[in-house]
């Protein structure tokens, strides 16, 4: 570690940052492991999307305790805690054999995730001075696309490895091998997570937290390590009268809550919310975490979607480092509109390829239905001859050529509904499975939040209900690099304004007295989005298509402009406190 204000300071932002290398590991981990997991594992799409959406299911509720947590033990101490959860999350994942270890693994990220979230850009907020605040919070979502862009070159690595694999034409050798590259993936994740540990070990903790604490002698020392003596001196006395300023108010009796519901606090802290929830309606994490499998159902390879995955993230990355050079320089209200617009422009885009090639779907629920089991289950390997004979006379020469076709069956156990994996015909191996223990829950109370009005006694004697069995045509691969270009168009967009802008929103509309519970409460709005759309992605998919998902989307992008353009006001060169009371005139 370099020596001197400047050094540490340098150091401070890399360590901060390093939990948005973690943060964008979390999210992007799972796409290049989620084709092989799916392969191997037997799971089927509902469960598949609850392991992708346990991430963000247990970012949601670390969320809601952060802030408190923060406050109560520090913020050095929840940046350790949150490093060590990711580690011991690792080998919980690597060394699973049950969907019940999987998703314990994975709800331990998503709880490491959700802390770092709100703890890192709250610590970087009240450790860094003013001029470098801008530039500290965006070094975190620099970090964060890093991230991004490290579980994509993992994840091209093994999809590489699997291609060799394939290509000896052993379907055993190749099982064994997806099973041993999934795990692989989470393994190589490891060591950013011991990293971060050992960088927050060694950093301050916040001087205002410290001060908050009564502790003014340990928050001057924390303020001299990057500041000046003079800058240390001046900083600590401005604390003082600040609290002094409130003890006159309180004596006073004046109302001096800290609720955010407090009037003063209620437009911030709603256009923070509204701004954060609509950040993940774009559908942001899903498009990453199930980016591979999108392009695969676009028309690529498994080995050029992973390809298209890494292009993606290097957009990402590159935007985001423009994204810091103009933030101080064009403001966040012009970004935001700029990037929300262009999302918009993309996801219609998107939402319309899809659509020319899901028209030519062709539903075999019926010849699919007549295969079923006595026993109410279905096996079935999908390959060219047995796609031919599940097609009508009728069927377009698009079916009848001889290209590969996929298959996803919607299925129904009474009134439970699952979708299984979507499988090529040309992949090696490829197979549907369905049976009741994949479709119908365990318990009453699994039962209740999947469909609290289905009957689960009916559904465990129910027969196998094929509702939907979709064959459509792969789509060419030049179909696919066109849904991966504009996909990274959406990157490019979603980077250069939502991407950095919203953890400034974030840390500059709150005010300073609620700032870490109001963190908590905004991103708890925000994981809860982003869980619901990721444990529905791939069972809407399959009922009604990738396009519909995408306008969906971009209609919730329309939402995001407006308040942008219309609502939020411009922070660019303003203190906290010329914020503040900005939202306190309004």
């Not at 993309?346 to 019926?366: C, H, I, P, Y």
């Amino acid at each position: 570690m370099a020596a001197g204000p400047a050094g540490y300071n340098r150091f401070l932002m890399f360590v901060a940052g390093l939990g948005g290398l973690l943060f964008g590991v979390d999210v992007g981990i799972i796409s290049g492991a989620l084709p092989y997991l799916e392969a191997t594992s037997g799971l089927d799409a509902g469960h598949l999307s609850f392991i992708v959406a346990a991430v963000l299911l247990g970012a949601a509720v670390s969320t809601l305790f952060a802030g408190a947590l923060a406050d109560w033990l520090g913020r050095k101490p929840m940046l350790i805690l949150s490093g060590l959860l990711f580690v011991v999350s690792v080998p919980a994942i690597a060394l699973s054999h049950s969907y019940e270890a999987l998703v314990l693994g994975r709800l331990l990220q998503g709880v490491s995730g959700g802390l770092i979230g709100v703890v890192s850009p709250l610590y970087l907020a009240e450790c860094l001075s003013a001029a470098s605040r801008g530039r500290g919070t965006a070094v975190f979502q620099w970090l964060l696309t890093l991230g991004f862009v490290a579980a994509a070159v993992i994840g091209l690595y093994f999809s590489g490895r699997v291609a060799e694999v394939a290509r000896l034409g052993d379907a055993q050798k190749l099982f064994v091998f997806k099973d041993a590259a999934w795990r692989g993936i989470f393994w190589v994740s490891l060591p950013p997570g011991i990293l971060f540990v050992l960088g927050s070990l060694l950093v301050s903790e916040s001087p205002r937290w410290l001060f908050q604490r009564g502790r003014k002698d340990a928050a001057l020392r924390a303020l001299r390590r990057s500041r000046s003596d003079a800058q240390a001196s001046l900083e600590l006395q401005e604390m003082e009268a600040v609290a002094a300023a409130e003890k006159k108010r309180s004596a006073a009796g004046r109302n001096n809550s800290d609720s955010v519901l407090r009037r003063k606090y209620l437009l911030p802290f709603a256009l923070a919310c509204i701004i954060l929830a609509c950040n993940q309606a774009t559908g942001i994490n899903s498009i990453l975490a199930y980016n591979t499998t999108i392009l695969i159902q676009a028309g690529l390879s498994d080995n050029q979607a992973h390809l298209g995955y890494v292009l993606l993230t290097l957009v990402n990355f590159l935007m985001t480092i423009g994204a810091i050079v103009l933030v101080d320089r064009k403001g966040r209200k012009f970004l935001l509109s700029l990037g929300s617009g262009g999302v918009i422009v993309s996801l219609l885009a998107v939402g319309l390829v899809f659509q020319q090639t899901e028209k030519r779907r062709v539903d075999v629920a019926g010849p699919l239905q007549a295969r079923v089991a006595t026993n109410q289950t279905l096996t079935l390997a999908f390959d060219p001859p047995t796609a031919t004979q599940l097609l009508p006379p009728m069927a377009t020469p698009d079916h009848r050529a001889a290209v590969p076709s996929t298959l996803i069956v919607i299925y129904a156990y009474g009134d439970f509904q699952a979708a299984s994996k979507v499988v090529r015909s040309d992949d090696p191996g490829a197979q549907i499975n369905l049976n009741r223990s994949q479709c119908v829950p365990d318990t009453q109370v699994a039962a209740f939040f999947k469909n609290p009005f289905a009957g689960l006694a009916a559904a465990r004697v129910a027969p196998l209900r094929i509702v939907h069995a979709l064959i459509t045509p792969a789509p060419s691969a030049a179909n696919g690099w066109l849904t991966a270009g504009l996909i990274c168009g959406f990157m490019a967009a979603f980077a250069i304004g939502p991407g950095v802008c919203v953890w400034l929103a974030l840390s500059e509309l709150m005010p300073t007295r609620i700032r870490s519970n109001g963190m908590s409460v905004a991103m708890l709005f925000n994981k809860a989005i982003s869980t619901t759309i990721a444990a529905v992605f791939l069972p809407t998919v399959g009922q009604h298509g990738y396009s519909t998902l995408f306008f969906i989307f971009a209609g919730c992008t329309v939402i995001y402009f407006i308040t942008a353009t219309c609502f939020l006001p411009e922070t660019k060169g303003k203190t906290l406190e010329e914020i503040e009371e900005y939202f306190e005139h309004k």
